[in-house]
C-alpha cells in the first residue's frame, strides 16, 4: 500500500483567543505548509493580470512548457478557469458593467494546509490580502468553493465582492478540489500547484492505494473522510487563517482576532452549503452569512439528499425530457435526445415506469419526477444536467465518497482515468497531469480525466451503472448503510440565534432544486425561531457560467447580481445603514436572444 502524506507541521502559530464582550473564541489550529506571494503590476490578486478580456478569451492562458509550468502560470490558467467555470462574462451578460467587478487590486497571497479533527487529509485555505486594505474597517470575508473546485473555484463569488471595498478574502477548498494524484506516476500535486513524486514531502493529496493501481485519484472521491461532513469546520479554519495571515502581514495593526474583525460568510451551491453549516457552529465568530443556490440537507420539510434526487435525475430525466418541450438547447442536444427512447425503454422492462411507446414512457417518467417534488421549471432547466451528464457524475464521486472507499473499491465499480475515444482506460501524458491543478474541476470527466464504467453497453449505454447507483440510496446491504450514514452526517442544524443569514435561489434551478435544499432549510430554521431571509429568483438557473451558451443566456437571466446585492444589503445593515433583506420572490424576466442584460430583467428589490 502507498503510505499516506504525513504533512510537517511547521512553525505555524496558533490564532490568538479573543477576549472582549462578544467572547468569539477562536480554535487553536495548526497550518502547515505556509507560503506567501506577491501579487502587483501585471499579475493582481482578482485576475492575474487577465482583465475582463483575457477571461473572455477561449482559449486557457499558454504555459510556455506544457509539461512544466511554473507556480505563476499554474496560478494565472486556474483564475481563468474559476471565473469562467462561476461567472457569465459574455458582452451581453452585463459583467462587469451592470453588476460585478474584475478591478486590478494589487497584494499578497498566504496559501497552507489545514486539517479538520479526526480527518486524514488536509484542506487548502488561502487569504488574499489586498494592498487596500481597511484597517480602520476591519473586514474578511470567508468562502468555500462551489462544486468540488479548487482553492480559486470562489474568486468570482467572493473575491470580486470583497476585494475592490478593500477587505481580505479568505477561502478553503473543503476538502475537494484539483488535486489530482496519478496512479501510473505516483506523483501528486503539491502546495503551489505544480507536480511533484512522493518524496517531495508538500503534497496536498496522497491515496492509500494498491501497489499496482492505475488512473487517477482525488481527494473528494478517495480520502475516505466523507469531508462534506465537515464543511462548516472547513470554512470556519479559514477565517482562523485569515486572522492569523493578518497578523503576520501587518504586525503594526495586529491582534487580528473575531472580536475587531468583521467576518462575513459567503459561496454558492456546494459553497453555500459550507457557509450554512458554518452559521451553525457554536461561537460569535460570524457577523452574517450569504448562502447562494445552496446545496443543504436538513432534517423535514421536503428535504432531500443531493445524493438521493441525482441517482432518481440520472435514472428519470433522460426519459422524462422526451416528454417536454421547447428544451433550452446545449451543443450535446442532439446526442441526450438521441439516448431518450433507449431509456425509456430500460425503465419500463425495469417496471419504473408505464407505457406502451416512448410517448407514453416519457410522460410516466416526468409524472413520476413530478410526484417526487420536482417542478417544471426545475426539469426545463435540468436539460443542460442531462445533456452533460452531470448527474451520473455527481453520483459516481459522491457514491464514493460518502461510502469513504479508496482507489479500486468503488461499490459500483467505476474508476477515474485519462481516456481513449472509445472511453478506454489509459495512462494521463505529461501535459494533462501539469494541467490538472488549473483545470479540473474537481470532479471528473474533465480534461485529462474521465469516468470509467465497466458496464458501458448499447443501445443505453449508462443503464447498468445507474441503477447500482441507485440502489446505494434506496437498497439495502452494508455498503448502502454506510452510504446513508454519510449523508445524514451531513445534515445542517440552525443557524446561531441571532445571525444575519440570507439565502437566495434560482426558482429554476435543475441540479440542486429549491424544493429540495434552500425552501426546506429556511423552513426548519424559521421553525427553529430563526430569523433568516429568502429571496427567490424567477427565471434563473443553477450555472451562471452556462449562460454563454445562446439559448441559456436567452432563457435564465445570472444569479451572482443577487449575490452581490444580498453582500451590498447585509454590509450596510452590519454598518447601522439599513434593514436586512426583506423576503422576496423576484419576478426577473428572461431578455431574449442577443438583447443585452438590463437591470430591469434583474428586477433586484
Known amino acids: 500500500m502507498i503510505g499516506k502524506l504525513c504533512v510537517a507541521a511547521f512553525a505555524a502559530g496558533l490564532v490568538a483567543c479573543a477576549g472582549g464582550p462578544r467572547t468569539k473564541t477562536a480554535e487553536a489550529t495548526v497550518f502547515s505548509n505556509q507560503r506567501s506571494s506577491e501579487h502587483r503590476g501585471q499579475d493582481d490578486l482578482l485576475t492575474a493580470g487577465l482583465g475582463l478580456d483575457g477571461l473572455r478569451a477561449m482559449v486557457p492562458p499558454a504555459f ?11 496560478r494565472r490558467r486556474a483564475l481563468w478557469s474559476s471565473w469562467r467555470g462561476i461567472a457569465d462574462l459574455t458582452p451581453t ?30 484542506h487548502r485555505v488561502m487569504l488574499q490580502l489586498p494592498d487596500g486594505f481597511d484597517a480602520g474597517k476591519r473586514c474578511v470575508v470567508v468562502t468555500a468553493s462551489s462544486g468540488s473546485r479548487g482553492i480559486y473555484g470562489s474568486i468570482a463569488v467572493a473575491g470580486a465582492w470583497g476585494l475592490p471595498r478593500g477587505c481580505a478574502v479568505a477561502y478553503t477548498d473543503k476538502g475537494a478540489g484539483s488535486d489530482y494524484f496519478d496512479l501510473d506516476t505516483q506523483s501528486g500535486t503539491r502546495a503551489d500547484g505544480t507536480r511533484g513524486a512522493l518524496e517531495a514531502g508538500d503534497l496536498a493529496f496522497v491515496p492509500d492505494a494498491p501497489v499496482n493501481a492505475s488512473g487517477v ?43 475587531n474583525t468583521r467576518v462575513i460568510a459567503v459561496g454558492i451551491s456546494n459553497g453555500g452549503g459550507a457557509v450554512l453549516r458554518a452559521a ?89 419526477l413530478r410526484a417526487a417534488g420536482w417542478t417544471e421549471g426545475a426539469m426545463r432547466a435540468a436539460a443542460l444536467s442531462v ?10 464521486t459522491y457514491a464514493s465518497a460518502y461510502g469513504r472507499h479508496g482507489v479500486d473499491e468503488h461499490p459500483c465499480g467505476f ?18 497531469r501539469a494541467a490538472w491543478w488549473s483545470d479540473a474541476s ?95 429568483v424567477r427565471h434563473s438557473q443553477h450555472f451562471d457560467g452556462f449562460l454563454v451558451l445562446p439559448d441559456f443566456g436567452s432563457r435564465y437571466v445570472p444569479m451572482l447580481p443577487y449575490v452581490y446585492a444580498a453582500l451590498d444589503r447585509v454590509s450596510a445593515h452590519l454598518d447601522g445603514r439599513g434593514a436586512l433583506p426583506a423576503d422576496a420572490v423576484i419576478e426577473a424576466t428572461a431578455r431574449g436572444a442577443g438583447t443585452p442584460l438590463t437591470a430591469e430583467h434583474l428586477a433586484i428589490p
Open 280 to 368: 451553525e457552529l457554536e461561537g460569535d465568530w460570524l457577523d452574517a452569512v450569504v448562502a447562494g443556490e445552496p446545496n443543504v440537507l436538513v432534517d423535514g420539510h421536503g428535504s432531500r439528499s443531493l445524493y438521493d434526487y441525482s441517482t432518481e435525475a440520472a435514472l428519470l430525466m433522460p426519459c422524462a425530457m422526451a416528454h417536454l418541450q421547447d428544451l433550452p438547447q446545449s451543443p450535446l442536444s442532439p446526442i441526450a435526445t438521441a439516448m431518450r427512447a433507449p431509456r425509456c425503454a430500460s425503465l419500463r422492462a425495469a417496471g419504473l415506469i408505464e407505457g406502451d411507446d416512448t410517448a407514453a414512457q416519457a410522460r410516466s417518467a416526468h409524472d413520476r
Open 217 to 259: 485519484a482525488f481527494k473528494h472521491a478517495h480520502s475516505k473522510d466523507n469531508p462534506e461532513a465537515d464543511w462548516g469546520r472547513h470554512v470556519k479554519q479559514a477565517a482562523e487563517f485569515a486572522l492569523q495571515a493578518l497578523a503576520e502581514a501587518l504586525p503594526a495593526q495586529a491582534p487580528f482576532t473575531f472580536d
Open 442 to 536: 474537481g470532479i471528473p470527466p474533465g480534461p485529462g480525466a474521465g469516468i470509467v464504467d465497466p458496464t458501458l453497453a448499447p443501445p443505453d449505454f449508462t443503464w447498468q451503472g445507474l441503477q447500482c447507483l441507485r440502489a446505494l440510496d434506496d437498497g439495502e446491504g452494508e455498503v448502502a448503510g454506510r452510504i446513508r450514514e454519510s449523508i445524514a452526517a451531513t445534515r445542517a442544524g440552525a443557524p446561531r440565534a441571532g445571525l444575519p443569514v440570507v439565502v437566495l435561489h434560482g426558482a429554476d434551478d435543475g441540479l440542486v432544486p429549491m424544493a429540495f435544499t434552500s425552501t426546506p432549510y429556511v423552513a426548519a430554521a424559521r421553525a427553529a425561531g430563526r430569523d433568516v431571509r429568502f429571496w427567490q
Open 387 to 396: 445533456d452533460f451528464d452531470l448527474f451520473r457524475a455527481v453520483a459516481v
Open 415 to 432: 474508476s477515474f482515468s485519462a481516456q481513449n475515444a472509445d472511453f478506454s482506460a489509459r495512462p494521463a501524458t505529461a501535459a494533462e
Open 93 to 122: 451578460g452585463g459583467y462587469g458593467s451592470l453588476y460585478g467587478s474584475v478591478a486590478t487590486v494589487p497584494g499578497r497571497e498566504f496559501h497552507a494546509y489545514a486539517k479538520v479533527p479526526g480527518a486524514t487529509h488536509p
Open 64 to 74: 510556455a512548457d506544457a509539461v512544466n509550468p511554473t507556480p505563476a502560470e499554474l
